[in-house]
C-alpha cells in the first residue's frame, strides 16, 4: 500500500497570504495524484488531478505540481471561502489512498 | 447537474449488515466507474470500493474485503454497497463518488460525491 503523508497537519495564514501544502508518497506515483478541499459537514471537492491540472470550475489561485514522490498545492492569495482541510490522494496503484489532510485555519 | 444521493446509514450492532444505495443522475451513470469512500468522525478520507462502469471489476480496500460487496443497476443508476460482518472501526459517513473520466481504465478520482450517510456501529 503506497502511504500519502501531508504536511504541515495544520497552516495558520491570513487573508491574502501565500499558502503552500506538501504531499508525500511512499513510493512513486508518476502523477497519478489529485487534490480535494473539504469545508465542515459538506462532501470534498476535487481541487486538481494529475497532480497539476484543475478541475472545473476551480479558480486560478489554486495550482498543483511534482511528481513521483513529492507534491505540492499552492494557493496565491488565500480566500475566506479557502479555510478548509485539503487531501491528498494517489490513483497509480490499488488500493487507492489518501493523505491525512492538511487544515488551513486563519491565523 | 450532477447528483449523488446516499441512503441506507443507521445504527447497526456489531456483526449485523446493512446495504446503502446511491441515487446518481445528471450524467450517463452507465459511463462511469463509481466508489465508495468513508470518513470515520473527526478523521481523514479512507478508500472503501470502486466497480468499474459494467460491473465487471471491483476493487476493495483490505479492511472491508470479504465483507463488504459492491454492486451497480445501471438500468437504475442506483450504486449499492452490502456491508456485512460490520465492526466498530466501521463506523463513518459513507460517501458515494463518481470517477470523473467514462469507460477510462485506471485515473481513479472522484469528480463529484454526495453528502454521505452516517452508519453506526455499536459495541
Known amino acids: 500500500e503506497i502511504v500519502m503523508t501531508q504536511s504541515p497537519a495544520t497552516l495558520s495564514a491570513s487573508p491574502g497570504e501565500r499558502a503552500t501544502l506538501s504531499c508525500r508518497a511512499s513510493?512513486?506515483?508518476?502523477?497519478?495524484l489529485a487534490w480535494y478541499l473539504q469545508k465542515p459537514g459538506q462532501a470534498p471537492r476535487l481541487l486538481i488531478y494529475?497532480?497539476?491540472t484543475r478541475a472545473t470550475g476551480i479558480p486560478a489561485r489554486f495550482s498543483g505540481s511534482g511528481s513521483g514522490t513529492e507534491f505540492t498545492l499552492t494557493i496565491s492569495s488565500l480566500q475566506s471561502e479557502d479555510f478548509a482541510v485539503y487531501y491528498c490522494q494517489q490513483y497509480n496503484n490499488w488500493p487507492l489512498t489518501f493523505g491525512g489532510g492538511t487544515k488551513v485555519e486563519i491565523k | 447537474e450532477v447528483q449523488v444521493l446516499e441512503s441506507g446509514g443507521g445504527l447497526v450492532q456489531s456483526g449485523g449488515s446493512l446495504r446503502l444505495s446511491c441515487a446518481a443522475s445528471?450524467?450517463?451513470?452507465?459511463?462511469?466507474?463509481m466508489g465508495w469512500v468513508r470518513q470515520a468522525p473527526g478523521k481523514g478520507l479512507d478508500w472503501v470500493s470502486t466497480i468499474s462502469n459494467s460491473g465487471d471489476y471491483t476493487y476493495y480496500a483490505d479492511s472491508v474485503k470479504g465483507r463488504f460487496t459492491i454492486s451497480r443497476d445501471n438500468s437504475k443508476n442506483t450504486l449499492y454497497l452490502q456491508m456485512n460482518s460490520l465492526r466498530a472501526e466501521d463506523t463513518a459517513l459513507y460517501y458515494c463518488?463518481?470517477?470523473?473520466?467514462?469507460?477510462?481504465?485506471?485515473?481513479?478520482?472522484?469528480?463529484?460525491w454526495g453528502l454521505g450517510t452516517l452508519v453506526t456501529v455499536s459495541s
Open positions: 463518488a463518481k470517477k470523473r473520466l467514462p469507460s477510462t481504465p485506471g485515473q481513479d478520482y472522484f469528480d463529484y
Open positions: 494529475g497532480a497539476s
Open positions: 513510493q512513486s506515483v508518476s502523477s497519478d
Open positions: 445528471g450524467f450517463t451513470f452507465s459511463s462511469h466507474a
